[in-house]
């Protein structure tokens, strides 16, 4: 199977198949990047953003509005796939970088056939996100792709208050 992988400075989109070598691709964020999407990410200081679980929930809701604008079926939530969403959110939140991780483990452990995943930082609203990912060749393909029936979120804001985002697909042999 093949690696796909789309960097950019703010999100980052991977795919793995059973026997694929997984690589890190992403990005450190840098000050102009985090210039551009805070007010980008920000609709106003009044509105207070979502805590995390519904910040997730809405992710996925977003995620499956534009898979139904495209004729793809509903994803369903996953335990399984949320750990792992959540374990890479902490992690790349931490570290300050987009660096994806290796969904080897998440095609055995999770019983997956292919993977994928979206990470991104730096936007408040779930909304936000999933219009960026949608903008995105590589991250618009892991979100369209027709055999994906499961989701993943996971959700970390930084002590600075930037919020970190990891998304993992998933479909069964």
């Known amino acids: 199977m093949r690696v796909l992988s789309a960097a950019m400075l703010f999100s980052a989109a991977m795919v793995v198949g059973p026997g694929a ?11 102009a990047t985090a210039v551009t ?3 980008a990410a920000l609709p106003s200081k009044a509105s207070t953003p979502p805590g995390p679980r519904v910040y997730e ?4 809701r ?3 509005l534009e898979r139904r604008a495209y004729d793809r079926r509903a994803l369903s939530r996953s335990r399984c796939l949320d750990r ?3 374990r890479a959110a902490n992690r790349i939140a931490a570290s300050g970088r987009l660096v994806h991780q290796n ?5 055995r452990r999770c019983g997956g056939w292919k993977v994928g995943e ?4 730096g936007y408040r609203w779930p909304r936000h996100v ?3 990912w949608m903008d995105s060749p590589g991250h618009r393909a892991n979100i369209l792709e027709p055999r994906y029936r499961r989701i993943g979120v996971g959700v970390r804001r930084d002590s600075r208050g930037v919020v970190w985002v990891s998304q993992v697909f998933a479909y069964r042999r």
């Open 130 to 132: 999933v219009d960026a």
């Open 118 to 121: 979206n990470i991104a930082y």
């Open 21 to 31: 070598v997984t690589g890190a691709a992403g990005a450190t964020p840098t000050a």
């Open 84 to 86: 792992y969403a959540q």
């Open 57 to 60: 929930r809405r992710v996925v």
């Open 37 to 39: 999407e805070a007010s």
């Open 103 to 107: 969904l080897k483990p998440v095609l």
């Open 62 to 64: 977003h995620t499956n």
